[in-house]
């Protein structure tokens, strides 16, 4: 079990900024990734890192979101900029072990958070 304890998230006016935080409770290597889910929709990928030069993002996100990790506090990092309406969701950590493979894929994760609320007003 690695516990992962998600904070950071809020209510922000289309067009902010938010910076959520991930903090694992083992410095076991693992890599990580961040996930959302809106209501009545599927877990999408958000992000995904092993170290800060091996990030994957998904498309729709590409130069609005930054992922980051300090391996020395074992916290991973999330910084979203330009947020729109459709950002509202809930905002999952999650972390696996394993090889660098489909790292968008939530349904490979073994380790969630509780997740973090972010909505985004017009």
């Known amino acids: 079990q690695v516990p992962l304890v998600e904070s950071g998230g809020g209510s922000v006016q289309a067009g902010g900024s938010l910076t959520l935080s991930c903090r694992a409770a083992?410095?076991?290597?693992?890599?990580y990734g961040w996930f959302r889910q809106a209501p009545g929709k599927e877990r999408e990928g958000v992000a995904a890192?092993?170290?800060?030069?091996?990030?994957r993002y998904a498309d729709s996100f590409k130069g609005r979101i930054t992922i980051s990790r300090d391996n020395a506090e074992t916290i991973v990092y999330l910084q979203m900029n330009n947020l729109k309406p459709e950002d509202t969701a809930m905002y999952y950590c999650?972390?696996?072990?394993?090889?660098?493979?489909?790292?968008?894929?939530?349904?490979?994760?073994?380790?969630w958070g509780q997740g973090t609320q972010v909505t985004v007003s017009s």
């Open positions: 999650a972390a696996k072990t394993g090889v660098w493979s489909e790292p968008l894929s939530a349904p490979t994760y073994k380790f």
């Open positions: 083992t410095r076991s290597a693992y890599y």
């Open positions: 890192i092993l170290t800060n030069s091996t990030t």
